[in-house]
Every structure is written in C-alpha cells, then in structure tokens.
C-alpha cells in the first residue's frame, strides 16, 4: 500500500479548525482499515507533509514505523553531492557548483544532507537559480501564522525543539517550530542528548527557503507589493556603493508610506521588534549574508552584514519619542569592531533607533571604526 500526501484533506482547511478537524476525523476511519487488513498487507509506505501524532490521526493505526528522523533514510526524498556530481554532472556546465549547493542544498534529516529535486530540476532546465519550490506554493498559512504570533526574525532561523514538539501538529494548536521543520522551511542544524532526552536545533536548509520566506513576509508586512520590490533593489544598490545617507532616507521613506490603518489593525506592529524585524527582513530578502547576535566577547552585535569587501555593524534600540544615541554608543563602548579588524577592511558602525510616537527611525548614527 502506497500513500502520498496522506494529510491534504487536513491541510487543505488548516486555517479553518473546525473543518480541519472534521477532515482529520474522517481519515481516522479511512486509515484504520489498514490495521484491519494488516494480516494481508506486505508493505505499506505513507508519506505527508504534517506528522499528525497517532493518537490524534492513526489511533486505529499505531503499529507504524517512523523512519522521518532515521538517518539511513536521510536521503530517500532528495539528491544527494553524489547524484549530482555524477548522474547529474553533463548537464552541470556553465553553472556555478558553490552557488547550486547554496541555493538548494542543505535539508538534514540526521543523515546526508540533500537538495530539493523539484528545484535542480528546473535549475538544469532554466539555468537560472530562483526560488523554484517556493513559488511553487507560497504558504499564506505559514505567513499569517507567523504574523499573528508577533513572531521575532532575526532569530526565526535558529529555533530550538526537543523530539516531543517536532512530533506535533494537532489541528488546535499548531507550535511553530513544528509546522515549520514539517512543511520544509526549517531542517536540523544539531542533535543533542541530554538528560534522556533528544533536543534539536533548527536552521533555514538554505538560501532559497530564508530568503524567500522573509520576501513574503515583507509582502504582508510592508502591505504594498510594488514599493517592496523596490526598495530591496535599493537596499543593495545603495549598499554596494556604501551610500549610507541615502539608505537612511530609504528607510524612513517606507515606514513613512505603511498606512496608518495597516499599523493600527495589525498584531506584529504593535510589538517593539516590528521595526527592528522588517530592517532585517528587508536585508535578507534583498540577498544578502546577514548574521545576527553576532557574539563577541563583550556581547552580541544586534546584526553584522558584509557585501562589496565592507563590513557594517548595526545596533537597533527603540525608544519613545527622542533620540539618544545609545545605540551607536553601545557599539563603540563594547569594541564590536575589534572581531572583524584583522580583516583589513573598513568597518562602518551604525546606530539606528526607532521611536514608538512617530513610528519611524529618529537616528540613523553613523561611524567608522578607528
């Protein structure tokens, strides 16, 4: 017996509990006629996106094997270094190999690590490298979610989990580290066992999912699609030519341009990370390496970017109405330069501060590191 995407109908109305629900219900009694037949069955192989615990979804099938986690499967849903550098190797020429691996590379399931199939596939049709899989679905669901949870970004790709929680996704309550490692938009960075128990740490499986996913949440976020597109160009046009002035006035143009309405009625603008989060969101979206809490040894750099042979150093702080200058000063007092010095490049130090009353950015504080 063969089963593919075994939780659709559940899916398809995961904004809808109630329906959602009554779905799940239904197919409690579909599957449990596989236990019933179980003397007659051979084989029987079921996969899906969720992972519905068995009590929720087969309490009338609970003699299944898990093998999600088991790292001799690792690499039974993708292609693996390997298939590419050898089934795949006629058709690699003229694209760049580093690049390929950055793009779609990178899901983990305690084993070798593997690429999308559906991405290399179009890749070594079209040549070009997008985000295939991503525009293949765009998950609203996921993109609510996260807004109405006032979720924070800079850290959305270093999440922790223990064994427990990535084995939820009831249609009640739905944790977000769960639904995201499920749905293929985070993937295992580490596993640790400690105490008896199997903890994890989650992280983007690569370029296409963590630049991708922040695009769409800008897209909810900043409520206008066109002005999005275009200040991710600018953003890194201004960035490669270090104009650091003009990327000030960039960024207090478009908080200036969210309607009034749009801050008042949305849940994550009503959180001080807002503003802080759509600054990082937009930089990652734009394309570029961005690190965050970057640990040095007298603290954390609230983001540390690097583009064009130039290192930039920002601290955010959000304040009530007036300008302080803590920001830029707190990135001088803790010599967050001191980790990049050797280098040899130049260091721009840069303060931003928010205030709550105006809704913008009331310092934009610039130095270079001596």
């Known amino acids: 017996i063969l089963v593919d995407e075994y939780d659709k109908p559940v899916l398809d109305h995961i904004n809808n509990p109630p329906i959602a629900t009554a779905m799940r219900d239904c197919l409690k009694g579909f599957y449990s006629v596989i236990k019933g037949a179980d003397a007659k069955i051979r084989f029987a192989f079921i996969t899906g996106v969720s992972k519905f615990s068995k009590v929720s979804l087969f309490s009338g099938l609970n003699n299944l094997r898990d093998i999600t ?8 849903c993708g292609y693996t270094d390997h298939d590419l550098d050898t089934v795949f190797a006629p058709e690699l020429a003229g694209l760049d190999r580093v690049e390929t691996k950055n793009w779609y590379n990178g ?6 690590s593997v690429y999308n199939p559906y991405d290399i596939l179009l890749l070594l049709r079209e040549r070009k490298f997008r985000p295939w899989w991503f525009e293949s679905g765009t998950p609203s669901f996921l993109i609510k979610l996260l807004t109405e949870r006032q979720t924070w970004l800079p850290t959305l790709g270093n999440l922790q989990a223990d064994a427990e929680l990535l084995s939820t996704f009831d249609v009640e309550t739905i944790p977000t580290a769960a639904l995201m490692f499920q749905a293929g938009y985070l993937t295992i960075a580490k ?10 740490t989650l992280r983007f499986p690569n370029r296409e999912v963590e630049q991708s996913l922040y695009g769409s949440l800008l897209r909810v976020w900043a409520d206008d699609d066109v002005t999005q597109v275009k200040n991710k160009h600018a953003l890194y046009s201004l960035l490669t030519a270090n104009d650091l002035a003009a990327l000030k006035n960039l960024f207090q143009a478009f908080f200036s341009s969210i309607p009034h309405q749009w801050l008042d009625n949305n849940p994550i603008a009503k959180y ?11 930089f990652v979206a734009a394309g570029l390496t961005v690190q965050v809490e970057d640990a040095t040894n007298l603290g954390r750099i609230d983001m540390s970017v690097r583009l064009a042979n130039q290192i930039y150093l920002f601290e955010f702080k959000v304040v009530e109405s007036q300008a302080n200058g803590k920001a830029l000063q707190q990135i001088q007092d803790k010599r967050y330069a001191d980790k990049y010095r050797a280098l040899g490049l130049p260091i721009h130090l840069i303060g931003v501060e928010f205030a709550k009353d105006v809704r913008n950015i009331v310092a934009f504080d610039i130095a270079l590191a001596n």
């Open 272 to 282: 001080e990370g807002y503003y802080a989060s759509v600054f990082y969101a937009y």
């Open 69 to 76: 986690l088991t790292p001799e499967f690792s690499a039974l």
């Open 191 to 200: 596993e640790e066992l400690m105490g008896g128990n199997y903890y994890y």
């Open 107 to 112: 899901y983990n399931w305690l084993g070798e």
